[in-house]
């Protein structure tokens, strides 16, 4: 299955309530100002370009003032409240815009882009035919909203297709099913095809955050133990003998102050320490894949089919 390269969502819409709607629920779903272009015709100018009588005592001067200001400046959510600040653009005729499309827009305003709003949804990856086709609907009085999805296209394309937008591909079926189909809340009566019900589900969305859990610190600390270690020393001992003499005559007198001095040696024992490595620590960080199990419910709208009486009911899938 081939896959979708498009990036930039597109949304035409008849109503602009339902503009504002789509806008409002994306910036819900994290789409940013950046993202989002709108782009819509000012209710004070008419079909062809030309000032209505509300409009006429403003001047053109002041008109194309205030669009390039109303471009370049109007976030999408400040879009709605611009009112009738507007001027004359190339090739598209007084519009208002915000987001993404404004800066584009307020060069086109001053002369500096002549391919208008058509260039300017080019620049955005739409191809050339579907491009003119957009710029041809605003000039029709219809509202664009344009969302920079990247990889959330599919995500941004079914938001703008909920509030009844539709875009080059679905123009025929949107634009049909819109024009001859009158809402009553999730019934819709569409004329001799009868009334179609909808049914909704929720759709989980998953995001993951860093977050602390825990903290690992090493450090040192000195701990004192005792140890007994045997350490052989010697030592001098003084032997004294004594055993009978001969008998003999002595000719020494007999007298104090003979002496003998003998001195007595041992090893003596010195402890010295010294500190010496025995272990080293290295501290690092390394990511792990770890998988883990969320559980939630979502609510899922069921259409069921009672028969009363002798009604009967034939059911086609499609």
């Known amino acids: 299955m081939a896959t979708n390269t498009r990036t930039t969502a597109v949304g035409v819409f008849d109503n602009r309530a339902e503009a504002q709607q789509a806008v409002s ?35 053109s001067h002041a008109a194309t003032g205030a669009a390039a200001g109303a471009a370049a400046g109007a976030g999408v959510g400040a879009l709605w409240g611009l009112g009738i600040m507007a001027g004359l653009l190339p090739a598209i005729g007084p519009v208002i815009a915000g987001g993404t499309l404004a800066a584009i827009l307020a060069s086109a305003a001053t002369g500096a882009a002549a391919a ?8 955005l990856g739409i191809p050339e035919e579907e491009a003119d086709y957009y710029e041809g609907e605003i000039g029709s009085g219809r509202t664009l909203v344009t969302v920079k999805a990247g990889d959330r296209y599919d995500e941004a394309r079914q938001v703008l297709q909920r509030h009844h937008g539709h875009d080059y591909h679905t123009r025929d079926t949107m ?37 602390k859990v825990g903290e690992v610190h090493v450090h040192k600390e000195v701990h ?11 030592k001098e001992e003084i032997v004294v003998e004594r055993r009978p003499a001969s008998g003999a005559a002595a000719n020494e007198a007999i007298g104090e102050g003979q002496e003998i001095r003998v001195p007595v040696v041992e090893e003596q024992i010195q402890v010295e320490k010294r500190p010496v490595a025995t272990e080293e620590v290295r501290v690092s960080k390394r990511q792990s894949q770890d998988t883990e199990q969320v559980d939630t419910t979502v609510r899922k709208e069921e259409i069921k089919v009672d028969e ?9 899938r499609r």
């Not at 208008?116 to 620049?123: C, H, P, S, V």
């Not at 009363?308 to 086609?316: F, L």
């Open 25 to 59: 629920e994306l910036r819900r779903m994290g789409f940013s100002e950046d993202q989002i272009g709108v782009i819509t015709r000012d209710e004070g100018h008419g079909s062809d370009g030309t000032e209505t009588d509300a409009d006429e005592d403003r001047g």
């Open 116 to 123: 208008g709003l058509a260039g300017a949804l080019i620049g």
């Open 175 to 211: 634009r049909e099913a819109t024009s001859t189909s009158r809402s009553t809340g999730n019934m819709t009566e569409t004329g001799d095809a009868g009334r179609t019900v909808t049914a909704h589900e929720e759709q989980v969305q998953v995001r993951k955050r860093p977050e």
């Open 224 to 234: 004192t133990e005792h140890r007994s270690i045997d350490v052989p020393v010697k």
């Open 308 to 316: 009363q009486g002798d009604a009967k009911v034939r059911q086609k």
